[in-house]
């Protein structure tokens, strides 16, 4: 997870993160492009853009893989945006909200929250039996 919040993000840079669903597609986009690409069926390494936004094709299959692939972001039932708010402040954020704040903050369920809260919190446990090796993936990373 703190491969996806490396860097130090700008206030208005959370700020425009945080209320469009877009900018976090595009970020987690950007991520995946720094890594390069493996076609998930058939490791082809070429792509081109795909129908939904952010997401890459491959050339050879045409398999489409979203922006979310791979990432803990996959499956998200509630808005990308809200899930980035989470995941930020759980990652780096100065306080400890609660599940019931988030919720208040977010008007999600403080089901959902808790959820979502503690897959982060698996995936940064995880994340300190890794070597810097596997840190540098963040498929492995965000994966869980
Ligand atoms: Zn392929």
């Known amino acids: 997870m703190n491969a996806i919040f490396k860097k130090e993000l700008?206030?208005?840079?959370?700020?425009?993160l945080f209320q469009n669903d877009?900018?976090?597609?595009?970020f987690l986009a950007d991520l995946k492009e720094s890594e390069g690409f493996i076609c998930r069926k058939c490791g082809n390494t070429n792509y081109c853009s795909?129908?939904?936004?952010?997401?890459?094709?491959?050339t050879k299959c045409k398999t489409e893989e979203s922006a979310t692939t791979g990432t803990i972001f996959h499956?998200?039932?509630?808005?990308?945006?809200?899930?980035?708010?989470?995941?930020?402040n759980v990652c780096k954020?100065?306080?400890?909200?609660?599940?019931?704040?988030?919720?208040?903050?977010l008007s999600l369920r403080q089901m959902t929250c808790w959820n979502f809260?503690?897959?982060?919190?698996?995936?940064?446990?995880?994340?300190?039996?890794?070597?810097?090796?596997?840190?540098?993936?963040?498929n492995k990373i965000l994966t869980s």
């Open 117 to 138: 809260k503690t897959k982060i919190q698996h995936a940064l446990q995880q994340m300190d039996t890794l070597s810097d090796g596997e840190k540098l993936s963040i």
């Open 22 to 26: 877009d900018k976090c597609l595009e």
């Open 50 to 58: 795909g129908k939904s936004p952010h997401s890459r094709r491959c």
């Open 10 to 16: 700008s206030s208005d840079q959370l700020k425009e």
């Open 75 to 88: 499956n998200c039932k509630f808005p990308v945006s809200k899930a980035f708010y989470i995941a930020y």
């Open 93 to 105: 954020g100065k306080e400890d909200l609660s599940s019931y704040e988030f919720a208040r903050r």
